[in-house]
């Protein structure tokens, strides 16, 4: 199943924030900014029998404007993609949306939010786009395209997830208190017609 993980691309430019203007390549880079631009290629790549290259997915962001914040605005990108490639797209809150739909065969991008109140943030610091693979027996299995050896060792986030490989482990309220409870738009689904 592919991985992709954007710290491997610091040299791949990613322009985004552009109403503010321009950034240099250190923060505007697949590297620093791109988790929404590697979340979406992983997806596609996972429930459709065709690939999304990282500079397809650019400039995808860029056609539709999704560049236009901070990191990349999946529920601008998301429709786009979701046409290319012949998928449905939904945002929700609804966590039972996202287990059907998981369930169903589907993927999701999670937006999870970073630290407050005092708490580590479990997958970042700040924002973040993760990729829901499936769901059973309670737990969520994921795909973290910022994912490094240490970033669930460190103290805050040691022992609430399992880490296999690639694969992230999460129990349902784990990963509910690091979206619903942080973002407004925490889930973009995406699922076979």
């Known amino acids: 199943m592919l991985y992709i993980n954007q710290r491997l691309y610091p040299q791949l430019r990613y322009d985004h924030d552009t109403k503010n203007g321009p950034r240099p390549l250190e923060r505007a880079s697949i590297a620093s ?34 560049n236009q914040n901070v990191g990349t605005d999946i529920h601008i990108l998301g429709p786009a993609v979701a046409e290319r490639f012949g998928l449905t797209f939904e ?6 949306k996202l287990i059907a739909c998981l369930q169903r065969g589907g993927e999701a991008v999670v937006n999870v939010g970073g630290d407050t ?6 997958f970042t610091r700040s924002g973040h786009y993760i990729v829901a693979v499936s769901y059973a027996d309670g737990e969520f299995c994921l795909m973290d395209p910022g994912g490094d050896e240490s970033k669930f060792d460190m103290e805050g986030r040691a022992g609430k997830v399992r880490v296999n490989g690639h694969f992230i482990y999460c129990p349902l309220d784990t990963l509910l208190k690091e979206s619903i409870d942080k973002r407004e738009h925490p889930f973009y689904l995406f699922n076979r017609k």
């Open 33 to 66: 900014s791109g988790c929404g631009i590697c979340s979406t290629c992983m997806v596609v790549e996972h429930i459709t029998t065709e690939t999304l290259s990282l500079e397809d997915c650019i400039q995808m962001s860029y056609d539709s404007g999704a």
């Open 91 to 96: 945002k929700t809150r609804d966590p039972e």
């Open 117 to 122: 109140d005092g708490e580590i943030g479990l």
